[in-house]
């Protein structure tokens, strides 16, 4: 029976990459509704310079929406006991992501400050934590607060901050076009929130621009 189930789950498998799902990724629905859309627009998706564009915009949502399928908490298993207590803080977390309202790129900035208790993280899975987030349709608001509470509930920490900036297509290239626009959003967590000059301290260093 048990060799009959991997039979039958190879072969579904082998059924999934024939139509093109790989990695949760419907690779050819995505190409279908490309050619839709660029026909509804009034192009013609047979012409030699879109031939190839369904499946690069495949390719492009598989990768910028990779965090649909990733768990960022496995970023968050490998712990060290440290007996420090103070500020840890990782500024300009370059990152990438997804407008939901309009599907348009936002990029920018990530800035992470957390007080560990007793146990501190490996500083690239702080950016990892973030590349994760950011790589599904999200808005800024949403992506702060769920790094924010990402570490204080897995890592435990007494404090995090988490400043996000960046720059919206859906703002500099459609509707208003203010190109010089950053949006700034911000989640406040622990002893950041109840301490004033703990909060005062960790927004001067990550407000510091050298």
């Known amino acids: 029976m048990s060799e009959g189930r991997d039979v039958l789950g190879d072969s579904q498998q082998d059924t999934k990459q024939q139509v093109g799902v790989t990695n949760g990724i419907d690779h050819q629905r995505i190409e279908a509704a490309v050619r839709e859309i660029l026909t509804a627009v009034g192009e013609d998706p047979d012409r030699e310079g879109l031939l190839e564009t369904p499946a690069r915009v495949a390719r492009m949502y ?6 649909l399928h990733d768990e960022p908490r496995r970023h968050l298993g490998k712990l060290f006991t ?5 500020l840890v803080l990782v500024r300009d977390i370059a990152f990438n992501s997804i407008c939901e309202h309009h599907l348009l790129p936002f990029m920018g900035h990530a800035h992470i400050g957390y007080i560990p208790n007793g146990r501190v993280l490996g500083l690239s899975k702080l950016a990892r934590v973030v590349e994760v987030v950011s790589h599904k349709p999200q808005v800024q608001e949403r992506m702060t ?3 924010a509470d990402l570490l204080e509930h897995d890592l435990g920490a007494k404090g995090v901050a ?9 703002m500099t290239i459609r509707g208003v ?17 109840d301490n004033v000059s703990s909060r005062a ?10």
């Open 82 to 86: 440290e007996k420090y207590d103070e």
């Open 177 to 193: 076009r203010k190109p010089e626009s950053v949006c700034v959003t911000s989640a406040i967590k622990g002893i950041f929130r």
């Open 201 to 210: 301290e960790v927004m001067s260093l990550i407000n510091r621009k050298s």
């Open 145 to 147: 607060e769920q790094i």
């Open 162 to 170: 988490v400043v996000i900036e960046a720059s919206h297509t859906c």
């Open 62 to 67: 598989a990768e910028m929406f990779s965090g």
